[in-house]
């Protein structure tokens, strides 16, 4: 990362690229062409064995059941009193009795406390393993994201469809090709053995489509998209209701947390500001009184939509208002209520021949 020119800062335990060459550039380039980003802080733990599904269905949010092999869910493990443990995505790799699998694959500072809370409410006669350390991951995102993956790879994957993905082998090594990512755009996550990262790296940056990105532009790209960053605006002190992910709570059977649902004293509003001032995370949001209802959990200038965008907590009683202050530690911002996703000329939903 040093050798293209990134700036670095740690993360997660790792020492990692915030830009290369700048976060606008970057986050251009993933909208219009492919950025790859480095994601092997990602955690991934492997649970096998005969009742994995049941077991595993009881502790996270995602309904397992309609979870067949070769496609991925978005969900969450919660608490007791329902509050966001961590978000995660959960991979069926295999649904036949004994060779029943998956993956789960969690945000690097979660990692331990996942893997903890997780084993903690597992029967002993399943094995789950945490494979992160020998786990390698790669994110491929743009709209010639796919032209440049079935060339570097030699192979097809324009029947991948978003949220499903396929294992499979690529010059002797295990390959994991999913098609879903961070960004808003066409995009495959690349999941493969640590030690063969940075050869599949190498491929990937030779191709003269592609381009680096930080973690700077990985976060503006979410943020327009509307997507959560977990530490700031999920935590365990709101549950997924709270953050706007109750439709997709409708998992019928008991799991850790569900009770908790009922409990919205908060709920997190999209909102726009005009002009390049951005809202910062912790600011502080009022009504028109002067009266503080809420903060905010992420804010940034959007450089797609050339204006600012920030997600903030709002008292729930106070939360279908159009209108509020964002008060910054400069400034007083007005702030008008959006909708999700701000940005909604995204690819990754994109049908592909």
Request: proline letters at 3%; one cysteine or more; glycine letters at 10%.
């Amino acid at each position: 990362h040093r050798a293209n020119g990134a700036k670095m800062a740690p993360f997660a335990g790792f020492d990692m690229p915030v830009q290369y060459s700048s976060i606008l550039v970057e986050h251009e380039h993933t909208r219009t062409r492919v950025g790859i980003f480095d994601i092997c802080h990602m955690g991934e733990f492997l649970l096998k064995g005969n009742g994995a599904k049941e077991a595993l269905n009881t502790i996270v949010s995602h309904d397992l059941d309609t979870l067949a092999a070769g496609k991925c869910r978005y969900g969450f493990l919660l608490n007791q009193s329902g509050g966001i443990v961590d978000d995660m995505i959960v991979y069926c790799l295999a649904r036949e009795a004994e060779t029943t699998a998956y993956m789960i694959v969690v945000n690097g500072a979660c990692e331990e406390k996942d893997f903890t809370h997780i084993a903690s409410q597992l029967p002993s006669s399943l094995a789950l393993e945490n494979i992160s350390s020998k786990t390698g991951k790669i994110d491929v995102q743009g709209p010639q994201s796919l032209a440049v993956l079935n060339d570097v790879l030699g192979s097809s994957w324009n029947h991948l469809k978003y949220f499903n993905f396929e294992e499979t082998s690529h010059n002797g090594h295990s390959l994991i090709v999913s098609r879903t990512g961070y960004t808003g755009e066409l995009g495959y996550e690349l999941y493969l053995p640590e030690d063969k990262t940075l050869d599949m790296w190498e491929k990937l940056m030779a191709d003269e489509r592609v381009a680096p990105v930080g973690l700077g532009a990985r976060d503006t790209l979410r943020l327009e998209c509307g997507y959560p960053l977990y530490g700031q605006d999920l935590d365990d002190k709101h549950n997924p209701v709270e953050a706007g992910y109750g439709w997709l709570m409708k998992k019928e059977i008991a799991y850790t947390g569900k009770a908790g649902l009922d409990v919205q004293r908060e709920i997190l509003v999209p909102l726009t500001i005009a002009g390049r001032r951005s809202a910062r995370h912790d600011d502080l949001v009022l009504d028109a009184s002067g009266s503080e209802i809420g903060r905010v959990t992420s804010g940034s200038f959007s450089p797609t939509l050339g204006h600012c965008l920030a997600l903030a907590y709002i008292r729930a009683d106070t939360a279908e208002k159009q209108s509020y202050i964002v008060k910054g530690a400069r400034a007083e911002l007005e702030a008008k209520k959006g909708e999700l996703p701000f940005y909604k000329e995204g690819t990754a939903r994109k049908k592909v021949e």
